[in-house]
């Protein structure tokens, strides 16, 4: 047999950039003051609140899941204004359009105890609480099961609203047959503000009016008003939405300002055809009108023309979900052509009637790329994006990354060489705005007064294709909770996983799967109302936890179990690193190498193999080992070699346990990691040739059963030599986990069922 590694390469030691650091596991903590949170666990299908720290963990809806188990999306909506309930949805939708899509809404008591039915099924399913009082208002379509599956033919649409606190309907669509035969399946109800009344906007696709009704939260009509030429005062949406305030805009020979509860009504004069668009401030006193140009109009002045000649780009289309207006209604942003081939950011002074470019760069303005930008409290806003000084027209695509941060009204600059995510959301402020923390690859949390950048660790499951996200600070200013976005290897769908960190990047843990909500807890939750804390984890706790800067592709235990060699591989870069963790005195020795043959980038990759000397281990690197000359058209895994055992893999999707001297595949086995770039010798099996450590669990070599999940999604894996220890690399960190404890723990679904129920 050819020796599978044989071309090694001794390495010195040297220092890297930045060396990894190590924390022991975190112990529960009665004591903790740290906030709570609450999240979708796709781990054992409920909703998980606990604090920040991963402490004083309770569950909510254990069990309703079980007859759903397909469900693979769930979207929140959020606690009701007592705190009492909260309501959630979970969406099916078919592959390959093998039916409709189905969506199962939940709504559970803050105690657990009670679920509110629902005996319909359901194409879509919409919800809103009333902002004063816990009544939901429900809408969408529901679905008629037939012998032969669903009736796609018999949607009906529904709308209803139900008093928790009465415990009744206040009205169905049955209640209404002027309404229901007035509206099709174009409408969207909305909460008024003081949750008095119910505004529908119906908008006729056939001719691009739009019916505004205003119902009493109990189902009376109050007015109608139209169909109209409505005016599109929300750039996120086709048609015209009332997004909060009370005011509609339609245009009838003139503009028309329509409150659609006093019903007043105010002529814009000075506008002679529809507007593109009609942003309200906040107050609703003010706003923006994009018609030929950009006007300004106030309750107080009137109409002012800003600019002739505006061009407005929507943005809409992006995740993006701007605040034209700054929060006290005083300066606005907008973006707009101005020129076949000139773009820019306007910035808007109401006091002050005027319109300018915010930035310039070397006497020159920046022709943005669809930027985006948050409001702060005190009226600052964060703006980012891709910028050109230059722009051509034949350059559309080019630009580099600009972030800014922009005082009002002095107009001061502070400006930053990355780009937030263009999520609703994606950027977070703490109170006083000397913190502001996004998502790029990972979190990222900017110190203002100090100037310094943190970059903490990506999702576990992200790995290399994370873009972006969504940040959120606490009350206290000291915890960050995000949700990162990453794509997927096939057709661009994106996937979401939720994490919570310190703002001083001391912890950083990951909470769910894919497609799950999290969120603080809002304060009208009394956590005293809640189930009681549970009486076990649901993940288990590793023993030591290693930060790195990087991801890691290989691990290797030295033969006396006292270091553990942590490889990054980053051969589309055409480099590679190593790092030594020294268990017994507790300190690490790092040492990096670099690998520039541009014929081995997107081929080579590197393997650690310890080697026994006189008195001593030293760490042999290998550089593009040779496979098993049996094994050309396979990937290696994991070896084996006293035990003539080798995991190999075919195709992502088969993987084998291999007898080396038998020279055959002795079992199919389900080891398939799933993640973007696969190296090889990332897997592990156990000293004695028992067990195999992979990406979907810990598995019995001989009969290929699974003992037990890995609590985390890791990169690669390694057992101790004595075997009581498995160390997995996860997103940058490496964690080291008790094996027994582990099969002891087998999964989260199995333990919490075990311990908790």
């Not at 206040?170 to 002027?178: A, E, G, K, S, V």
Request: net charge negative; proline share 5%.
């Amino acid at each position: 047999m050819k020796p599978l590694l044989h071309a090694a390469i001794l390495c010195s030691l040297c220092l890297l950039a930045i060396l990894p650091t190590h924390t022991r596991a975190q112990d529960s903590s009665p004591s903790s003051d740290a906030p709570y949170l609450y999240y979708f666990s796709s781990d054992i299908d409920a909703v998980v609140i606990e604090r920040a720290d991963g402490t004083d963990t309770r569950v909510l809806g254990a069990g309703l899941f079980e007859e759903i188990k397909p469900y693979k999306i769930s979207t929140e909506h959020g606690w009701s204004p007592s705190g009492k309930w909260l309501a959630w949805t979970s969406v099916f939708v078919p592959a390959y359009g093998a039916g409709p899509q189905q969506v199962v809404p939940f709504i559970v008591s803050v105690d657990g105890k009670r679920n509110f039915p629902f005996t319909d099924e359901f194409y879509s399913f919409e919800m809103a609480w009333s902002p004063t009082e816990d009544i939901l208002l429900m809408w969408g379509n529901t679905l008629e099961k037939t012998e032969e599956g669903y009736d796609t033919q018999s949607e009906q649409r529904f709308l209803t609203a139900y008093d928790f606190s009465s415990n009744k309907y206040l009205f169905t669509f049955n209640d209404l047959p002027p309404l229901k035969q007035a509206l099709s399946s174009n409408f969207v109800p909305s909460w008024s503000p003081d949750g008095q009344h119910i505004f529908i906007n119906h908008w006729f696709s056939n001719d691009t009016t739009t019916l505004f009704v205003v119902l009493s939260k109990d189902g009376q009509v109050v007015t109608t008003l139209g169909p109209v030429e409505a005016v599109k005062m929300d750039t996120n949406s086709y048609e015209p939405m009332i997004r909060s305030g009370t005011k509609v805009v339609y245009f009838d020979d003139s503009l028309i300002i329509a409150d659609l509860v006093t019903d007043e009504q105010i002529k814009v004069e000075g506008i002679g055809s529809k507007p593109e668009l009609f942003l309200f401030s906040p107050d609703q006193q003010k706003a923006l009108i994009v018609q030929n140009g950009l006007w300004l109009w106030s309750s107080e002045d009137g109409l002012i023309q800003l600019l002739d000649r505006l061009q407005f780009v929507d943005l809409g289309y992006t995740f993006t979900n701007v605040a034209y207006w700054s929060p006290n209604s005083q300066y606005a942003l907008i973006y707009g052509d101005i020129s076949e081939s000139q773009s820019t950011l306007w910035f808007i002074d109401v006091s002050q009637q005027q319109v300018q470019d915010v930035l310039h760069v070397d006497e020159k303005t920046l022709y943005w790329f669809y930027p985006n930008w948050y409001w702060t409290a005190d009226n600052q806003a964060l703006v980012s994006g891709l910028v050109d000084a230059t722009r051509q027209a034949d350059n559309y695509y080019g630009g580099y990354a600009y972030s800014a941060l922009i005082d009002f009204p002095t107009l001061d600059v502070q400006e930053f060489d990355f780009v937030s995510s263009s999520h609703p959301n994606s950027v977070a402020f703490n109170i006083g705005n000397s913190i502001f923390a996004t998502v790029i690859e990972g979190p990222v949390i900017y110190r203002r007064d100090t100037n310094e950048t943190l970059l903490l660790r990506p999702d576990y499951d992200s790995y290399m294709s994370a873009r972006g996200g969504v940040a959120h600070i606490d009350e206290s200013g000291q915890w960050l909770l995000t949700m990162e976005e990453a794509l997927v290897s096939s057709g661009g769908s994106k996937i979401g996983h939720a994490g919570v960190s310190k703002l001083d990047g001391t912890t950083r843990r990951d909470l769910t799967g894919l497609f799950r909500f999290a969120d603080w807890l809002p304060s009208q939750v009394n956590v005293d109302d809640l189930p009681p804390p549970l009486k076990s984890p649901i993940p288990p706790r590793p023993i030591w936890t290693i930060q790195t800067d990087n991801w890691i592709s290989q691990l290797a235990w030295s033969p006396d179990g006292e270091r553990l060699a942590i490889v990054h591989n980053l051969f589309w870069h055409g480099t590679g690193a190593v790092s030594i963790w020294n268990f017994s005195k507790e300190a690490l020795t790092p040492f990096n190498t670099k690998y520039d043959d541009p014929e081995n980038i997107g081929e080579a990759f590197v393997v650690a193999q310890w080697q026994e000397t006189a008195d001593t281990f030293e760490l042999l690197i290998i550089v593009s080992p040779d496979p098993i000359e049996s094994l050309q058209n396979y990937r290696i895994l994991a070896l084996a070699e006293q035990y003539s055992l080798a995991l190999i893999e075919e195709s992502y999707l088969q993987q084998y346990i291999y007898d080396l001297e038998a020279d055959e595949i002795v079992t199919e086995i389900e080891c398939s990691s799933q993640l973007f770039v696969i190296f090889g010798y990332s897997d592990s099996f156990s000293p004695d040739g028992t067990l195999l450590a992979c990406h979907t669990g810990i598995f019995d070599v001989t009969t290929g059963e699974k003992l037990a999940d890995i609590p985390v999604t890791g990169s690669a894996f390694a057992f101790s030599p004595d075997g009581t220890q498995l160390a997995v690399a996860a997103s940058w960190d490496v964690l080291i986990y008790d094996v027994a404890e582990l099969l002891e723990w087998k999964s989260a679904k199995y333990n919490f069922a075990r311990h908790n129920q």
